[in-house]
């Protein structure tokens, strides 16, 4: 199966640079997963299209202020961190710009001396591991020191941290947000709650792979970087309970959807206590065992995500669904819209 399958042309302007100022007033394409027919909406009547019985399922991630600026010790030479992943302790894999000046040995300070970071070992693609130094607490300091770490197709500089954070963040750990849990906001979770659909968390902690372009023409030669995953006894228990009681099972986001496929294929279908790292792709001719509908934002061309919607929906409905988005102008990405797929 080609990339270019699902592929589809995208005025650059239609990138959201911004959130909307009320999270849930962003616009909702509803798309029929059998039909393909569309129905256009505002987020903040989701409701309407949920039923007593059903559970969404939300991924409580917490994004990390994980950009940091900051001088070789040295030289004095500007550079830029990007936390990836803690290792153990104070040592992170981190990517690093320029990489060129950052080999063994180099000392990266931050907020004047406030946070060091030595470099340990030398990877690919800019990578490397790290081991910091600092007084207090490392979270602390890195909600003082650090900048939130948005996409790369986001140019404008973000006013409040908080807006690329779910409602609901927890469990600190990505390096992006799961976007499509944005347009929540406390009170319609509320709301949903009291009509009767419950609420399960899950955790997967984003990584940079998710903004990673599939490079390779036949999709079957892609690798997916790995990420941790998280589910509790509890919500394993619930969703065992919702599935045995009719009802549906309606992940936010692609990130929950992964995580509850990963799990649900080792178990043919039922949910378990778990955590551990996935690499799972999902792409057309995928069969679902446990999901029955999901809520995204609008994808990039060409990539995994768009892929997992198609293997869901059809990739004729999608791309067909996606040419009706651009002609609407809906606002595309992280920022962007919301898709309602059941």
């Not at 309407?48 to 900051?70: E, I, M, S, W």
């Not at 970071?117 to 003082?144: N, P, Q, S, W």
Request: proline share 4%; with cysteine; net charge negative.
């Amino acid at each position: 199966m080609k990339v270019d399958l699902f592929d589809f042309f995208l005025p650059e302007e239609l990138i959201a640079q911004t959130p909307l100022e009320k999270r849930e007033e962003s616009r909702l394409m509803v798309l029929n997963k059998e039909t393909g027919e569309t129905k256009h909406d505002i987020f903040k009547n989701i409701k309407q299209y949920l039923k007593p019985g059903d559970c969404l399922v939300l991924n409580d991630t917490k994004v990390l202020p994980a950009r940091l600026f900051g001088v070789k010790q040295d030289t004095g030479a500007k550079v830029e961190l990007l936390l990836l992943k803690q290792e153990k302790g104070d040592i992170w894999e981190a990517l690093v710009k320029p990489a060129k000046r950052v080999k063994i040995g180099t000392v990266l300070e931050f907020g004047n001396g406030k946070l060091k970071a030595t470099c340990k070992k030398e990877m690919d693609h800019g990578g490397r591991i790290m081991e910091f130094e600092y007084e207090g607490i490392f979270y602390e300091v890195l909600d003082e020191l650090g900048h939130m770490p948005l996409p790369p197709y986001i140019k404008e500089q973000l006013e409040e941290k908080d807006r690329y954070q779910t409602v609901y963040a927890r469990e600190r750990g990505s390096a992006a947000a799961p976007t499509a849990g944005l347009h929540f906001t406390e009170a319609l979770l509320e709301e949903i709650k009291e009509m009767g659909v419950s609420l399960a968390f899950i955790t997967l902690h984003v990584g940079l792979g998710t903004f990673r372009p599939v490079s390779v023409e036949d999709i079957n030669e892609h690798e997916m970087h790995a990420e941790f995953y998280q589910m509790t006894e509890g919500t394993a228990r619930l969703l065992n309970e919702v599935r045995e009681r009719g009802g549906r099972i309606i992940t936010v986001g692609t990130t929950s959807t992964r995580t509850l496929e990963t799990i649900a294929q080792k178990y043919d279908g039922r949910f378990q206590e778990e955590s551990g790292w996935t690499d799972i792709f999902i792409y057309p001719g995928y069969e679902f065992k446990a999901i029955d509908g999901m809520i995204t934002n609008f994808h990039l061309p060409k990539s995994t995500l768009i892929m997992l919607i198609s293997a869901l929906a059809g990739r004729e409905n999608v791309l067909k669904a996606y040419e009706e988005a651009v002609n609407q102008k809906y606002r595309f990405f992280s920022f962007g819209d919301a898709m309602l797929i059941i």
